[in-house]
């Protein structure tokens, strides 16, 4: 095989991953003519169509499906014996790339890391911010990073923060004109600011549990987010009452800018998790970015 096969080889499995010739264009640092042209001239070569294209998307043909599961593991391979020779350094070296929230990144992910860095500056790290749960194996993540419930069994998951709970909150100004609720079924008389799935594209029904006791309560209220932030943000100007992940909501708890209520209904659960495919072997690079960020309570 001529070394050019490789390129052609690496360029084919990562249209096909993205089923985008831009989104494939932009990962490997290139343009979308030349890789247009990269993929014809594989195709020529083979006497066989890889990808079906349209105005709207890309895909694999039936051959292309055959070719990228012969791919996928054969580049996973090398990648992972690539990562091992750097054990022949004195300080690891390598890239790591993690997929996230953007407020898991900028709160547990970035202040560890930020001082593990200088001290390893042949690591770099590329973190991917994203709300809706992604696929780290097919998209070529080192790892992702989500709450303990919701990471696959097949994974191998390593706490990085401590136990959360889900908190209701108002602000002071919104429970001037409205009586704190006593319980859930009190929601049906307040303006809630409601979540929305990134993933299912639904609403959130809030999940709260007393004494064994489960209830679920779909809220009704003039806004929905996607984000956390932003539903804090509106809950701080009074819109109504939010319900989020207590690190979101703790410090305006403290300084009394926003006020918890129905907290007996919330028990804590799993923190955030770093998780990885249980086949994977670990660079030196990423073992070392895994023990810098594992919680110690």
């Known amino acids: 095989m001529r070394r050019q096969d490789f390129g052609e080889l690496n360029a084919f499995m990562v249209v096909a991953e993205e089923r985008n010739f831009t989104r494939a264009a932009a990962k490997l640092g290139t343009s979308q003519s030349t890789l ?9 070569r083979l006497g066989l169509r890889l990808l079906t294209r349209t105005t709207r998307s890309v895909a694999p043909t039936e051959a292309g499906e055959r070719l990228l599961e012969t791919l996928q593991p054969a580049f996973e391979n090398i990648d992972s014996k690539l990562a091992a020779l750097t054990k022949l350094r004195d300080k690891p070296a390598g890239a790591v790339r993690i997929n996230a929230t953007e407020h898991v990144a900028e709160t547990v992910l970035w202040p560890t890391l930020k001082r593990l860095l200088p001290d390893y500056p042949d690591v770099q790290i590329e973190i991917i911010g994203e709300s809706a749960l992604t696929d780290i194996v097919a998209d070529r993540y080192d790892a992702g990073v989500r709450l303990g419930e919701l990471v696959d069994k097949d994974m191998i998951a390593v706490r990085i923060g401590p136990q959360l709970r889900m908190v209701a909150v108002a602000s002071p100004s919104y429970f001037a004109r409205k009586p704190q609720p006593r319980t859930p079924n009190d929601l049906a008389e307040h303006e809630c600011i409601n979540l ?7 609403l959130y029904a809030w999940e709260f549990e ?9 809220v009704k209220g003039p806004l929905a987010f ?25 410090p305006f708890i403290a300084d009394g800018r926003l006020i918890s209520v129905l ?7 799993a923190g955030y998790h770093l998780y990885y495919p249980s086949r994977r072997q670990l660079s030196p690079a990423f073992a070392l970015v895994v023990e810098a960020l594992r919680y110690r309570s």
């Open 36 to 44: 247009s042209q990269t993929i014809r001239r594989l195709e020529t």
């Open 196 to 202: 929305r799935l990134s993933t299912l594209g639904g």
């Open 210 to 218: 007393q004494d064994g006791r489960e209830l679920r309560v779909r």
């Open 226 to 250: 996607s984000n956390g932030a932003m539903i804090v943000a509106a809950a701080l100007d009074g819109f109504g009452i939010a319900y989020v992940t207590n690190d979101y909501a703790d």
């Open 263 to 269: 907290r007996d209904w919330s028990p804590p659960f």
